[in-house]
Nanobody, 123 residues
Framework: VQLQASGGGLVQAGGFLRLSCTTS????????LGWFRQAPGKEREFVAS????????RYADSLKGRFTISRDNAKNSVYLEMNSLEPEDTAVYYC?????????????????WGQGTLVTVSS
């Protein structure tokens, strides 16, 4: 199983980025997907999750509706659209997958992880 995250980069505050995570080696449609992030000196934190099947979503309360998670089962990919980026969003963003049908917000509930992509938001 492989998860490959991409799309990170340097952006100014107020800007937009779209992260992608392409997977292989798993039955994508049967997996719940999640995005987590880890800022320097901080613990990894939940960002968003989208379930298998119904595609239900869950977001970290702190995001205030700025991020949107989506999935494309035909492309075995999950996406994270990030709007109105703030310097506090600077972190390495990780995608994760778990073969369960419901959203998951805890990192240790995910079995598979990508390598992370760095997002840097300048003020």
């Amino acid at each position: 199983v492989q998860l490959q995250a991409s799309g990170g980069g340097l952006v100014q505050a107020g800007g937009f980025l779209r992260l992608s995570c392409t997977t292989s080696g798993l039955t994508f449609s049967s997996h719940t997907l999640g995005w987590f992030r880890q800022a320097p000196g901080k613990e990894r934190e939940f960002v968003a999750s989208i379930s298998a099947g119904s595609g239900g979503t869950r977001y970290a309360d702190s995001l205030k509706g700025r991020f949107t998670i989506s999935r494309d089962n035909a492309k075995n990919s999950v996406y994270l659209e990030m709007n109105s980026l703030e310097p506090e969003d600077t972190a390495v963003y990780y995608c994760a997958a778990e073969p369960r049908p419901w959203v998951l917000i805890t990192a240790n509930h995910y079995r598979y992880w990508g390598q992370g992509t760095l997002v840097t938001v300048s003020s």
